[in-house]
């Protein structure tokens, strides 16, 4: 079975400041997305930035950036410049392994302290 | 444009009664997904439409969980006799083939 791995249950940031999150996955797919989506409390699901797996130049997306490490299926997640609105839940996703839709993470709850 | 839209917000019901979830996909999206979100969890896949072919029931807990789309449109994830671990937000997404999922609101569902 895929697996996603997101480490941190919860991170805490100053506004402003830059947080990483982290992302682990595994897949026997050679060629992929990877996504992380944002989950405010309203509920529903923000596509925030993806990566294309055979491309080596990480995506980059306004204050978001990704440092993703294909040989160590590592897929970080960078917030610079840290805002109130950023505060939310934020979930990794890798393919389903041979077949479509996403396996996601149990998610990292970002607080942003004013 | 419309996004995915999902009804009802939010569903309370009595522990072994039938259940019917709406989604209505953004239109031209041929493929539709169903997510069970868990309190404190992931998201959980559940099936998967495209287009006209046989859906993957691959995540589907139980078989007191089906899901239908019709005319490849509109979908409804049907949970009978609901237990209480079935509570949780269901959640869908459609995409165009191979491209990003867009997500609705979720309605979350309550057993009693």
């Known amino acids: 079975a895929q697996t996603v791995t997101q480490s941190q249950p919860e991170m805490s940031v100053q506004e402003a400041e830059t947080v990483t999150l982290s992302c682990t996955y595994d897949t026997s797919e050679s060629d992929y997305y990877l996504f992380w989506y944002k989950q405010p409390p309203s509920r529903q699901m923000i596509l925030v930035i993806r990566?294309?797996?055979?491309?080596?130049q990480n995506a980059t997306e306004n204050r978001f950036s990704v440092n993703f490490q294909k040989a160590a299926k590592s897929f970080s997640l960078k917030i610079s410049d840290s805002q109130l609105g950023d505060a939310a839940m934020y979930f990794c996703a890798s393919p389903r392994g041979g077949a479509d839709g996403l396996t996601f993470g149990k998610g990292t709850h970002l607080i942003i302290q004013p | 444009g419309a996004g995915v839209s999902q009804s009802p917000s939010n569903k309370v019901t009595e522990k072994g009664k039938d259940v019917e979830l709406r989604c209505d996909p953004i239109?031209?999206?041929?493929?539709l997904y169903w997510y069970r979100q868990s309190l404190g969890q992931g998201l959980e896949f559940l099936i998967y439409?495209?287009?006209?072919?046989?859906?993957?029931k691959s995540g589907l807990p139980s078989d007191r969980f089906s899901a239908e789309r019709t005319g490849g449109s509109v979908s409804t994830l049907t949970i009978q006799r609901t237990q209480q671990e079935d509570s949780a937000v269901y959640l869908c997404?459609?995409?165009?083939?191979?491209?990003?999922?867009?997500f609705g609101d979720g309605t979350r569902l309550s057993i009693l």
């Open positions: 439409f495209q287009g006209n072919s046989a859906p993957d």
């Open positions: 997404a459609s995409s165009p083939r191979g491209q990003p999922q867009h």
């Open positions: 990566q294309e797996a055979y491309k080596q």
């Open positions: 239109s031209g999206h041929t493929a």
